[in-house]
T-cell receptor, first 114, second 114 residues
């Protein structure tokens, strides 16, 4: 069974540009999460989808970040316009409908804003 | 302050036991986790323990939970060079929001010397 996949694995953009990260969860996993790790810091929660609905988006840093999950399958996280402090590794995780405590993570997307 | 704390570095010799420690602050934690991140890879769910348990053993891994002191540890027996990685402690509690959001520590870099 395929795990959580993320694309791209690495993105380097200039300040002010737009970047879109994609996450494909494990098939059948209704729960999808986005997390971010800024260099050397803890991994922080961004938001949680249940199917296509945003269950909890309290971790989103500001309105430059937009997450979508149309159709309840894959999800995108857009950063527009990107700032230097957005650099970090963005992780996606997914879990089964009634096993939200068992989250499986993707390999992450390393975003570098210059 | 941080909700989940762990030491940043640990070095051991191959064949010795490793003990990685973690403290957390939320007494309502439901599940506590250990994730492993190898270089260039994503987060691998190693093991987790439900808050009403004191211990969980899985092959070379032993998780100990002291709920009174809010202390979690991961012991790796017969540590191998392949165990070199970053180990993240995490907890999952319902803090007025949806159960499912994980709170992570900064990670402990385990280095195993041959």
């Amino acid at each position: 069974e395929a795990g959580v996949t993320q694309f791209p694995s690495h993105s380097v953009i200039e300040k002010g540009q737009t970047v879109t990260l994609r996450c494909d969860p494990i098939s059948g996993h209704d729960n999808l999460y986005w997390y971010r790790r800024v260099m050397g810091k803890e991994i922080k929660f961004l938001l949680h989808f249940v199917k296509e609905s945003k269950q909890d988006e309290s971790g989103m840093p500001n309105n430059r970040f937009l997450a979508e999950r149309t159709g309840g399958t894959y999800s995108t996280l857009k950063v527009q316009p990107a700032e230097l402090e957005d650099s970090g590794v963005y992780f996606c995780a997914s879990s089964l409908p009634r096993l939200s405590y068992e989250q499986y993570f993707g390999p992450g997307t390393r975003l570098t804003v210059t | 302050g941080e909700d989940v704390e762990q030491s940043l570095f640990l070095s051991v010799r191959e064949g010795d036991s490793s003990v990685i420690n973690c403290t957390y602050t939320d007494s309502s934690s439901t599940y506590l986790y250990w994730y492993k991140q190898e270089p260039g890879a994503g987060l691998q769910l190693l093991t987790y323990i439900f808050s009403n348990m004191d211990m969980k053993q899985d092959q070379r891994l032993t998780v100990l939970l002291n709920k009174k002191d809010k202390h979690l540890s991961l012991r790796i027996a017969d540590t191998q060079t392949g165990d070199s990685a970053i180990y993240f402690c995490a907890e999952n509690s319902d803090r007025g929001s949806t159960l499912g959001r994980l709170y992570f520590g900064r990670g402990t870099q385990l280095t195993v010397w041959p």
